[in-house]
């Protein structure tokens, strides 16, 4: 096979330009891969070579998925690659939206956590206690929480995706694959620069600039950002005619420095910053029309809702510093990788109301009190990674063994915090989870070999030993408090008034400034009721200009409440509650008993081995066959703390790592078809998926029977029962299937690429879980114990298909080029479901529908080069024919909320460059 060793991370911002058109011509941005430019050394060398050899280069696609320049037919393995000029060709404005041109890729923003899926692969569990499965990297940095990282998408060389586990080279949680977003790198010796405008629908707006600075013949530096604004995708259609989710007011830059003072050392320093400061992600709750019978399919648009409370705020910051060192020892290089991270996400919102149908006001009566309902959530996270790698890799030309060897270290440190606040409660004000110290240290040490027998035949052999440790302190609260008025009728203490409010405008949460996390202040091994309140106005810094809630409890837990109560109404007094002279109700507070505080204490320490063996022969210069089979694995974890009411102690069960083996035939091969270039590659895989972890909503009794490996009694959940988050060991997966692709080089420039994946996944082994969709203290009979043997992963779609077609033509004055791709998706579930209703097999509630129709998706882009490459206009078409589908959903007793594909958006740019 041929083979390209050419570093293409220092390409210059004209020669980008001026080539744009032309790369599109030879492989645009779809399937297996798209182009990717050899270095300003290289392209220098181009006068000298025939328009033959030209045309050559540019068809190559180089990546660095195995973290060595290659030739992507070359790789024995499955990987794609977009450059950034096909990205923004098409519109995708993120990461997000490259999922809908690859085979397998799933990536869904889930109120705002990025969450990556390869084939079946991946983790929805965000919080402080998990992992991804598929690894994130930025500029080769491995990104552990990717909140933010959408606006670091700016003046990128290419995007990488592997596929498959990566345990030896990649490493930690890299079970389905790795993402890699490469930026280009600085250029010494040149002076050279861009600027963007860019505008669309949605009041779209992007502002992005470049500038290379060689500061002379040893040292440039690079400069880049980006300003993007857009008003949100979503529509409030009630009376308040608030801003929604999914509006966007980003920011990224920049900085980048090479230093090379001579032919072996390297030294690359880079800074980047983004911050999200829209209004986040919320999703659609549809509990509403799917409770009154209504069919989801007739709702026009999910993004049409009743808005409530207030506008979502989100205020993301995400940075970090690189720092890469490479040394040229002669036979072998030793490369130093150092990176430091900080993400602070912080959002807080009132979910929609509901999405709009006929009669939705109807159904929200009494509509005054639905609209002023703050009911708010805020997430706080804070996330500081730091990472070091040291490497020690062979010359490729020295001898028939290549090989890589080193030694990885990670250190992440997390605060965390998520609370609710249940305004006009009479039993629930709220929730909180706070978290001040989650700590997770990775050690890794790896090698990983390839020995050439013969010009035609290699073995691979890789190895790597990971010891993973992760402690958290904190604490989990719910508070419920009795707040209700007399009924002298009935003799109901708490017959009227449910109606205390907490979270109206100008609250805040104390979130990482509290200062109380055991609330057993005085050691007698009781929480009193007064500590109790004590905890709970601990973990408010301001109460809100409407709350009731702080008045109540003014003078502590009282039978009668306090001086600012809900005033009686007329209807009140008529139908017998009783009044205080003043006009107000008397109040009875006493403390729930379902109310809970528990001290958070867990530990976990994994440590595992991953491996791999391939063996790759050419048949000939142009047809590779390969086999291989690697192994990944994510890291275990432990579950909140709960404390048994028979002994009194307290537990943190854990939970063990999952692990995947992957098994791979396949073959790549260029040929001529006719007179027509072809590439035509194919490949069959098997993944063994073993101690898949899933996680499940149970009732304490339930999370502690199920711990002691006793069968669980269905029924152990009493109404208003603390209800816990409990993940586990459940199943084992079988995830197979083949996959196509290929491109033909038609004339008049013409292109046209293509890829199909067949794709099976079904889950096996299964121990009968709980079905979480039901909460265990309300719905009892409902949250049993089922078997989900038989039942399809999520995000696995049977079929899936994409194509692009591109040219480029002269037009006299300059080029014009066009690229139409298009994508399809056979229908798929998004839970392990799979949208069965146990209770009503045959007539399932809609409650409980997490399926999503086929469908396709179409993106087209079409530029103008004038001259020299100067001046290029492009127009954009993302998702067409606005193919909205469900990305993600949240069901349980109470919700069924979904978030969506990126509706229809168009724009044009125009950019300069120098």
């Not at 182009?35 to 290289?42: E, Q």
């Not at 040394?327 to 999405?355: C, F, H, M, W």
């Not at 999520?794 to 690229?819: C, E, H, K, M, W």
């Amino acid at each position: 096979m041929k083979f390209f060793n050419r570093d293409f991370n220092d390409m210059p911002i004209n020669t980008t330009s001026v080539l744009a058109g032309k790369i599109r011509a030879f492989g645009h941005c779809i399937l297996a891969s798209s182009i990717v430019l050899g270095s300003a050394s290289a392209l220098a060398q181009d006068t000298e070579k025939t328009e033959e050899e030209k045309k050559a280069d540019l068809e190559r696609i180089v990546v660095t998925v195995e973290r060595r320049s290659q030739d992507i037919q070359d790789l024995a393995g499955t990987a794609f690659a977009f450059s950034g000029e096909d990205l923004k060709a098409q519109g995708i404005q993120d990461i997000t939206d490259i999922s809908e041109s690859i085979p397998g890729l799933e990536i869904g923003n889930n109120q705002g956590n990025v969450e990556v899926w390869i084939r079946g692969i991946g983790s929805s569990n965000n919080t402080e206690l998990g992992d991804p499965a598929a690894a994130t990297h930025l500029d080769g940095v491995y990104i552990p929480r990717p909140s933010g990282i959408g606006s670091a998408f700016f003046d990128i060389s290419r995007v990488e995706v592997n596929v498959g586990p990566q345990g030896t080279l990649r490493g930690r949680n890299a079970t389905a694959g790795s993402v890699n977003i490469i930026p280009w790198r600085p250029a010494i010796g040149q002076w050279n620069g861009s600027a963007e405008v860019e505008f669309g629908n949605y009041n779209h707006r992007t502002i992005t600039g470049a500038l290379n600075i060689p500061v002379n013949d040893v040292l440039a530096f690079r400069v880049a950002g980006i300003k993007t604004d857009h008003d949100s995708y979503y529509n409030d259609v009630g009376p308040l005619d608030l801003e929604l989710a999914e509006a966007a007011d980003n920011l990224g830059l920049r900085f980048q420095a090479l230093y090379e003072p001579n032919d072996d050392l390297s030294i690359y320093m880079s800074y980047d910053f983004a911050r999200e400061q829209g209004t986040g992600y919320t999703g659609t709750n549809y509990a509403l029309p799917l409770g009154l019978g209504i069919d989801p399919d007739t709702i026009e648009d999910p993004r049409d809702v009743v808005g409530r409370g207030f506008s979502p705020i989100q205020d993301t910051i995400h940075d970090g510093f690189k720092l890469e060192v490479t040394y040229d020892l002669g036979k072998v290089k030793l490369e130093y990788n150092g990176s430091y991270r900080d993400l602070i996400y912080d959002y807080q919102a009132a979910t929609p109301l509901s999405p709009d149908f006929p009669g939705v006001f109807d159904a929200l009566a009494p509509l005054d009190q639905a609209l002023d309902d703050f009911s708010r959530f805020q997430f706080l996270t804070d996330s500081e990674s730091i990472i070091h790698e040291l490497r020690l890799l062979s010359d490729d030309d020295a001898s028939r063994l290549t090989y890589t060897a080193g030694i990885f270290l990670f250190d992440e440190r997390q605060q965390t915090f998520l609370a609710s606040a249940g305004d006009r409660g009479g039993f629930f004000q709220g929730a909180e989870f706070n978290q001040p110290n989650t700590d997770t240290d990775s050690f890794s040490i790896y090698g990983d070999a390839t020995y050439e027998f013969s010009a035609d035949t290699r073995l691979t052999l890789g190895l790597r030993y990971t010891k993973d440790t992760k402690t958290r302190q904190g604490v989990n609260a719910r508070y419920a408090f009795a707040l209700g008025g007399f009924d002298v009728n009935t003799g109901n203490p708490f017959g009227c008034c449910m109606g205390a409010r907490v979270g109206t405008e100008g609250f805040q949460f104390a979130g990482f400034g509290r200062s109380i996390y055991d609330p057993d202040q005085n050691g007698d091994g009781n929480v009193s009721d007064d500590e109790f309140l004590a905890f709970y106005f601990d973990g408010i810094a301001q109460f809100g200009d409407r709350d009731t809630l702080d008045d109540i409890f003014a003078n502590g837990v009282t039978q009668g409440g306090a001086e600012n109560r809900p005033a009686c109404s007329d209807s009140d007094v008529t139908d017998g509650l009783i009044c205080n002279e003043d006009g107000t109700h008397s109040f009875a507070v006493p403390i729930s008993p379902n109310n809970s505080i528990t001290v958070q204490d867990g530990l976990i320490d994994n440590e595992f081995v991953d491996w791999r063996i391939r063996l790759e022969h050419d048949l000939n210069n142009e047809q590779l066959l390969y086999g291989l089979i690697a192994t990944g694995h994510k890291s275990g974890g432990f579950n909140d703390t709960f404390s048994d009411p028979t002994t009194g102690l307290t537990l943190a069960p854990t939970y063990q790592e999952e692990s995947v083996t992957l098994f791979e035939v396949g073959s790549k091969n260029e040929f001529d078809l006719g007179d027509i270039p072809t590439t035509f590659n194919f490949s069959a895989f098997y993944n063994d998926y073993r101690d898949q972890v899933f996680t499940n909503l149970l009732s304490v009794e339930q999370a502690l029977e199920f711990n002691s490996g006793a069968p669980v009694d269905p029924l152990d959940a009493t109404p208003g029962a603390l209800v816990v988050s409990f993940s586990f060991n459940a199943a084992d997966s079988a995830i197979y299937g083949m996959q196509f692709d290929g491109k033909f080089e038609l004339p008049y420039d013409i292109n046209f690429n293509w890829t199909a994946l067949w794709l099976e996944a079904e889950i096996e082994n299964s121990q009968e879980i709980q079905d979480s969709r039901f909460q265990a203290d309300v719905a009892p009979d409902e949250a049993v114990f089922q078997s989900i043997d038989g039942n399809r992963l999520p995000r696995t779609p049977r079929f899936q298909l994409n194509a692009s077609l591109s040219q480029i033509f002269d037009i006299g004055s300059g080029t014009l080029d066009y690229v139409i791709s298009t994508g399809w998706r056979d229908s798929q579930f998004l839970t392990i479901f799979n949208s069965i209703d146990y209770q009503n097999p045959d007539n399932p509630r809609r409650r409980l529908d997490d399926s999503v129709d086929a469908y396709w998706t179409v993106d087209a882009g079409m530029g103008y080069t004038h001259g020299d490459g100067a001046l290029r206009i492009e127009a954009f078409a993302n998702n067409l024919f606005d193919e909205v589908r469900t990305a993600a959903t949240i069901i349980t007793q109470f919700d069924n909320t979904r978030f969506f594909t990126r509706p229809r958006t168009f724009g044009v740019r125009v950019r300069y460059t120098y």
